[in-house]
Every structure is written in C-alpha cells, then in structure tokens.
Antibody, heavy 120, light 111 residues
Framework: QLQLQESGPGLVKPSETLSLTCTVSGGSISSTDYHWSWIRQPAGRGMEWIGSIDHSGSTFYNSSLKSRVTISVDTSKNLFSLKLRSATAADTAVYHC????????????WGQGTLVAVSS | QSVLTQPPSVSGAPGQRVTISCTGSNSNIGATYDVHWYQQLPGTAPKLLIYGNSNRPSGVPDRFFGSQSGTSASLAISGLQAEDEAQYFCQSYDSSLSGYVFGSGTKVTVL
C-alpha cells in the first residue's frame, strides 16, 4: 500500500525558508501517471494547493505562491521536497503531501500532514 | 476564502440522510471540470471518497453519492453512521487560476 510521510521542522522563523520532505513508500515516484503535490490547510480554513512536480522534474505552481515556492524531486531516494521562501505567519498551516492522479484529475493518496508554525 | 464554497457544518441522526453542497463558478465546476470529494477523519490523512463527480473508489460504501449540476456539486450520505463523523471537502480545477481548487470544508456531525 502506498504511503506518504511528511517530515521537517515544525517551527520556522519569519522571513526564513520553510522546508519539508515527503518520503514515498510502497510505490515508485518515477511513475509517469502521477504528479507529486503539496497542499496546505491553515487552521479553520480550506485546503490550498501549493504545487506539483512530475517524475521528470516539471513543476506546476499555484500562481499566488509561485514567486516563493520551489518543489523538487529525488527519484533515487523516492522523495520530493518543498521550499517556501520568506515565510510569514500567514504560512502557518498543516502541510500535506499527496499524489495527483493525472488520469482522473484527483489527489488519490495523501500524507497525514505536518503542522508548521511560522513564529519568532 | 476558498474558491469552492461549502457549508461549515451539517448534522443528522443515525440512519438519516445529509447533503453537502459545493458551489463554484463558470471557471471551475461550471466549465465541466470534474469534482472530487474527500473525507478526513480526525487525525488522519484525507481519503478520496468520490471521483469524477459521482464515482466511488473501491471500498467506499454506496451510502456515499456524488452529483454535479451547473456550477455546483453535492455529496449525499444516506444511512448516516457514527463512523461518518468527519470533515468533507470538494476539489476541482479552475481555468482562470490555472490550478486545483478546494472547498472550504464541511464538518459532519452524527447526533
């Protein structure tokens, strides 16, 4: 069974870079059928798609975050990563990694999520 | 604010039927982009519940029914059970934003 596990610091200082990694097990990140994605949920608010990456490294970003986001993939380690620069309190959220199924257009597997707080 | 609008909460007694709406616009649901629904039990990863407006993945009970009309979609849960108490949210694609969009989420409470 596929599993996605987020990891990274739970506290980031304002203006610094928020960095998270998603380790994929039970399946290959090199599959051409999927994009690997980051989605976040601020407390009390809806989910927000941050961006996705495919097996070749092509990226797709939310236009509202594009200037601050970088998503990368390491196929040798079967993981992908998120970097969000110049973090502010507004970036405090639970961050989920997820697999996007390009054939159906949905996120068919999710990680449990990790809370990242941006605070001094 | 979320691009797709859902009621914050709905509730029902065991055995009853509840419906959750997901209202969008002509750049997402109204543009015939598929709507997908997810269930998030407390403390767990979101789970795909309905895909392509009305299809259930293997293992999802037929008590869950999805539909779409115009710029809105709905998720109906019939024969409500205690285990259905969770957060539910919808998702689609928006052509104006060129990205994936989500609903604001609905908390289902079983009375």
């Amino acid at each position: 069974q596929l599993q996605l596990q987020e990891s990274g610091p739970g506290l980031v200082k304002p203006s610094e870079t928020l960095s998270l990694t998603c380790t994929v097990s039970g399946g290959s990140i090199s599959s051409t059928d999927y994009h690997w994605s980051w989605i976040r949920q601020p407390a009390g608010r809806g989910m927000e798609w941050i961006g996705s990456i495919d097996h070749s490294g092509s990226t797709f970003y939310n236009s509202s975050l594009k200037s601050r986001v970088t998503i990368s993939v390491d196929t040798s380690k079967n993981l992908f990563s998120l970097k969000l620069r110049s973090a502010t309190a507004a970036d405090t959220a639970v961050y989920h990694c997820a697999r996007y199924n390009t054939g159906v257009g949905n996120f068919d597997w999710w990680g449990q999520g990790t809370l990242v707080a941006v605070s001094s | 604010q979320s691009v797709l609008t859902q009621p914050p909460s709905v509730s029902g007694a065991p055995g009853q039927r509840v419906t959750i709406s997901c209202t969008g616009s002509n750049s997402n649901i109204g543009a015939t982009y598929d709507v997908h629904w997810y269930q998030q039990l407390p403390g767990t990863a979101p789970k795909l519940l309905i895909y392509g407006n009305s299809n259930r993945p293997s293992g999802v009970p037929d008590r869950f029914f999805g539909s779409q009309s115009g710029t809105s979609a709905s998720l109906a849960i019939s024969g409500l059970q205690a285990e259905d108490e969770a957060q539910y949210f919808c998702q689609s694609y928006d052509s104006s934003l060129s990205g994936y969009v989500f609903g604001s989420g609905t908390k289902v409470t079983v009375l």
